[in-house]
């Protein structure tokens, strides 16, 4: 085995120094170094396969195997990722500072929704109208009746310069803030700014400075004419309940539910509005309603609107329900709802200002519904002068077939037909009812004076 191990070193000395020979030095052919070198390791393993030699053999010399020289590469793609990292680390604390640096104030308020007037609406010079917001109170101090709401800019629409809090308002809680305003006299696009203000005078509001106001936005269009009068017209809608049709006036005794009109009625808040309007009270049934289908005989034009107050009836306690003013295109088609609202008995009363643009062109079926939420043993409703208003600049000659429902709405006819019916009827059953109560005790007491003259002829 010594002897073949040193043929093979031998036969590699002899390739390399061949190569050395034949090949130019400038130009070393390492394909050829390396034929010989498998040449070598080919005979080697073929001598190792060969039969017949001794299962053990002498003591090999020892083999130093070059190693290989420092890799340069190494280290600096390990110095790459080391430097690497701490391109990473500001991430993590620019996330930090983000979170620590959210801003907190005592005071601070959210917008929740406009309750009453949303932005845009319009009104005719000189209008009354309420306007109320629903904010959250999002921060770290309780507000307390101390607090208020100040008018800051704009136009103040003659509202007062402040209101206060109707009480505490925890963080976290939500409160609904109402002034009473009106419209400016001239025609135009208004708005008004209102901060909150803080016992120490300090002013505050939205945003992420708690520093932009509330505001009411509105429209004055010129005075605006009443086409439809809902409450005129409401013997002449159709009232429904899960019961069924019922009569007009309905039957403030029953349970079906019903709808009666009601001359300057008392507001939720005490307050009387002169005026007329309707109440109406859904079927006594949990989650009972009530629908009123009205027959405009009119095409709706951009512009026009529907309007009314809506509250509770002055004094129901417990009343909880939903209004909604919808519509259907015709007679069983789909019902659409144009406006809903929900009302619970907490001593306001809101203004209703439906924009009806999207009717414009169209005879619909106006539906007005009311819709216990659970319960319906205090639900009674009041919608104070319900109607369709028209800007009177709309009002036209050529649109003068609109005074058809003016003429619906506030009838004549109708009204005197209504009351003469009833009273004919009723008199004339009274006077026929009247003589015959009459007629019968006077042949009975006619005997009676008839005996009297026959003594008083005798003598």
């Not at 509202?159 to 308002?169: A, E, I």
């Not at 028209?390 to 003016?406: A, E, K, M, V, Y």
Request: contains cysteine; hydrophobic residues 35%; neutral net charge.
């Amino acid at each position: 085995m010594y002897l073949i191990i040193r043929q093979i070193l031998l036969t590699l000395l002899t390739a390399l120094a061949l190569s050395a020979c034949t090949l130019p030095a400038s130009t070393p052919d390492g394909a050829a170094t390396l034929q010989a070198v498998y040449t070598a390791q080919s005979a080697t393993l073929q001598a190792m396969k060969t039969p017949g030699l001794p299962p053990t053999s002498p003591a090999l010399p020892t083999f130093i195997i070059p190693t290989l020289p420092p890799q340069n590469a190494l280290p600096s793609q390990t110095t790459a990722a080391a430097h690497s990292i701490p391109s990473i680390t500001p991430l993590p604390i620019l996330l930090t500072v983000t979170s620590t640096s959210a801003p907190t104030y005592c005071d601070w308020a959210a917008f929740i929704k406009d309750v009453t007037v949303a932005d845009g609406t319009t009104f005719a010079p000189a209008d009354q109208f309420t306007k109320t917001w629903r904010i959250q109170n999002i921060g770290t101090c309780t507000w307390t009746s101390a607090y208020s709401l100040v008018f800051s800019s704009g136009n103040s629409m003659g509202g007062p310069t402040s209101v206060r809090l109707p009480g505490n308002v925890n963080p976290g809680e939500t409160v609904d803030l109402s002034v009473k305003l009106s419209a400016p006299s001239a025609l135009g696009s208004y708005q008004g700014y209102w901060f909150l203000r803080n016992a120490s005078g300090v002013l505050f509001g939205l945003g992420n400075s708690a520093q932009k106001p509330l505001y009411v936005d509105i429209k004055v269009s010129g005075s605006l004419t009443t086409i439809f009068d809902l409450v005129t017209e409401y013997c002449h809608a159709d009232w429904r309940s899960a019961a069924g049709d019922l009569g007009c006036p309905g039957n403030v005794n029953g349970k079906k539910g019903y709808a009666i009109d009601i001359t300057n009625p008392q507001l939720e808040n005490g307050q009387t509005y002169t005026g007329r309007g309707l109440i109406m009270v859904p079927e006594l049934v949990t989650n009972g309603y009530l629908q009123g289908y009205y027959y405009p005989t009119f095409h709706f034009q951009k512009g026009d609107r529907f309007r009314a107050i809506i509250n509770c009836q002055y004094l129901a306690n417990g009343c909880n329900a939903i209004f909604r003013l919808e519509y259907q295109s015709e007679k069983g088609a789909p019902i659409k709802t144009l406006w809903s609202f929900n009302e619970l008995y907490d001593g306001l009363y809101y203004t209703a200002d439906v924009d009806l643009s999207p009717l414009a062109g169209k005879q619909v079926i106006l539906i007005l519904t009311i819709a216990s939420n659970g319960s319906a043993t205090a639900d009674k409703l009041l919608w104070a002068a319900p109607r369709i208003d028209r800007p009177s600049n709309l009002i036209t000659p050529s649109s003068t077939p609109t005074r058809t429902p003016t003429r619906t709405v506030t009838p004549t006819i109708t009204a005197t037909f209504t009351l003469t019916a009833t009273p004919t009827v009723t008199v004339t059953a009274t006077a026929t009812a009247s003589p015959t109560a009459t007629l019968t005790p006077t042949p009975t007491s006619t005997p009676t004076e008839t005996e009297t003259p026959t003594p008083t002829a005798t003598p």
